[in-house]
């Protein structure tokens, strides 16, 4: 399976300001996956990062709170924007392998956000 | 809209001994997958196994098994031997194949593994 890192793996913030989260995998992947996981909860699709257009989010989550970035098929940003302490979460990026029964997704090893 | 049920918050066993997590889903398409997560305390996410909606056969891989009733739509996770490194959080997950490659999760279960 493929190779997931993510920087940074922990951040506290302030309030009102907006931390970037990086994705890189060691091959070409097509689709990559952002999720989010609250303290507590289970993991919720925030969007889809597609290479060569724009992201397509879930229901509930918008470009301009949550801006992904998909320069190329190995890398992949999460923007937090405007963060509040509700944005205290555990950010996960993934990635489907299509040559794995299910085209199984294997995850980064995540972003602990802390907001305060 | 594709839902998965996870109805035990936790669970307790003993060392060596098995264990069944339990996992129902709802969905109205025929063709899905569903999987099983790990997920330490570190916050990872480790891929366990995989069930297509059309295999014939209960997946295993080493000491997980998959315990696949379609007709109940239960895809319930046994853990044989248990250790105590299997302490962590377990999520089921779905994939509905006409609905995008997006995965939907239940609310996870913690095992914790008592020596």
């Known amino acids: 399976s493929a190779v997931i890192s993510q920087k940074p793996s922990r951040d506290i913030c302030q309030r009102g300001t907006s931390l970037t989260i990086q994705c890189q995998v060691d091959s070409q992947v097509t689709m990559m996956f952002w999720y989010r996981q609250q303290p507590g909860q289970s993991l919720t699709l925030i969007a889809t990062?597609?290479?060569?257009?724009?992201?397509?989010?879930e229901s509930g989550f918008v470009i301009d709170k949550f801006p992904i970035s998909r320069p190329n098929l190995t890398f992949s940003t999460l923007t937090v924007s405007n963060m509040s302490p509700e944005d205290s979460s555990i950010y996960l990026c993934?990635?489907?392998?299509?040559?794995?029964?299910?085209?199984?997704?294997?995850f980064g090893p995540g972003t602990r956000l802390l907001v305060l | 809209a594709q839902k998965i049920t996870q109805t035990q918050p936790g669970m307790f066993v003993q060392e060596k001994e098995a264990v069944t997590l339990d996992c129902t889903y709802d969905t109205s398409d025929q063709s899905y997958g569903l999987f099983w997560y790990k997920q330490p305390s570190s916050g990872e996410m480790i891929f366990l196994i995989y069930?297509?909606?059309?295999?014939?056969q209960n997946a295993t891989e080493g000491r997980y098994s998959l315990n696949f009733q379609k007709a109940r739509k239960s895809a319930n996770l046994v853990i044989s031997a248990s250790q105590l490194g299997d302490s962590a959080m377990y999520f089921c997950?779905?994939?509905?194949?006409?609905?995008?490659?997006?995965?939907?999760f239940g609310g996870g279960t913690r095992l914790m593994v008592k020596p």
């Open positions: 990062a597609n290479q060569g257009s724009e992201a397509t989010y």
């Open positions: 069930q297509g909606s059309y295999d014939e």
């Open positions: 997950a779905m994939r509905v194949n006409n609905a995008g490659n997006m995965l939907t």
């Open positions: 993934s990635v489907g392998d299509r040559g794995r029964p299910g085209e199984t997704q294997y």
